[in-house]
């Protein structure tokens, strides 16, 4: 990938963060929030981008993170596993790095 930009607080680049599929901060989701959403499948405004510390950032992601798991736990609940697969993709690129 061509794309050289890192996020200024962490120094995450977008190959990394792509094959990841995990910010390495809170700030990541305003760096990359074009790509993020692309990723999650969402529109852009919806991306969460609350700077560390941000209570109403952080509020979002947790929304975002319940909402996924219960769409997660009805698509299992219905054997509709494909989609059960790509919720959790969506899930794991929502968790905090290791």
Same mark, same amino acid.
């Given at each position: 990938?061509?794309?050289? =930009? ?71 609940? =219905? ?20």
């Amino acid at each position: 990938m061509n794309d050289k =930009r890192k996020c200024p607080r962490c120094g995450l680049k977008l190959d990394e963060l792509l094959k990841r599929r995990r910010a390495g901060c809170p700030v990541c989701y305003h760096t990359f929030a074009q790509e993020i959403s692309e990723l999650l499948g969402l529109e852009p405004s919806a991306v969460p981008v609350g700077q560390a510390g941000d209570a109403v950032g952080c509020g979002r992601v947790a929304r975002l993170r319940s909402e996924l798991q219960a769409q997660l736990t009805a698509a299992v609940a =219905r054997e509709e596993y494909e989609i059960a697969a790509q919720l959790r993709d969506r899930l794991n690129a929502l968790k905090p790095p290791d």
